[in-house]
């Protein structure tokens, strides 16, 4: 088991790619505090790894920092620390000339500052353990711009890109590693338009389907495997080559 008795904060793990992050940890022998605002789901696998669920709001700096604390009482140290919190508010979050600006504060609240959290309060833990890694999850829509804008998803999405480079940066001598994964169309409850199109949407993606939540959680696993232990400030596309094709 790749993760044995390593400590995983798998934030946003209340569903979708976080869940299966979460799931495949624990089945490689990680303990897993899942955490997200969502209640507590079913379908957290059994093991061989522990796991704790801690119900919350991620942009809360209070809830954050004792959502750490009681990960490293519970399981004696951390790890790693993944980030796939994010809310995509169709109809909401729109172009920045007519957006709502309490809506935009609150797509970065919960899309970037709960990066900032987590990541602030998880790096002295793993300072204190000998290094970790980290995995951010942005998407390809920092990439581009839109004709349908969500420019407050994309704003936050490409803060988290320059935030992950320069967590890599300031932090590599400490052995810690901080990469970025950028999904484009993956099947997942955040993405619940793609329900009934798939093949539609994936006749235009150059592998002919479209993404699941095990590709992105594949992806995630191998970054902060010790398989990755040279790769740190990298930022890898996991859309079947949809943007290559661009």
Known sequence: MMFA???????????????????????????VCLADIKPRPADIRGGPGKSTYCQ?????????????????AD??????????????????DLSLVEVDLETWDRVLDINLKAVVLTTRHAIPQMKAGG?????????TQALRGDVAAQDA?????GAILA?????????????IRS???LPSATLSPMQERWQGKE??????????????????SNACLFLLSDKASFITGAELVVDGGATASV
């Open 56 to 72: 919350g709001d991620l942009s809360d700096g209070g809830f954050v920092r004792s959502t750490v604390e009681q990960t490293v």
């Open 131 to 139: 290094g970790g890694a980290i995995v951010h999850f942005s998407s």
């Open 5 to 31: 008795d390593k400590v995983a904060l798998v934030a946003g793990a209340g569903g979708g790619m976080g869940l299966n992050i979460a799931n495949d940890l624990l089945g490689e022998g990680a303990h």
């Open 199 to 216: 093949a539609e949407i994936g006749a235009s993606i150059p592998i002919g389907r479209v993404g699941t939540t095990q590709d992105q």
């Open 153 to 157: 998803y994309a704003a936050s999405k």
């Open 75 to 92: 399981f004696g140290r951390l790890d790693y620390l993944v980030n796939t919190v994010g809310v995509l508010w169709f109809g909401r």
């Open 163 to 175: 935030l992950s480079k320069s967590i890599a940066i300031q932090f590599a001598g400490d052995g």
């Open 179 to 181: 990469n970025a994964i």
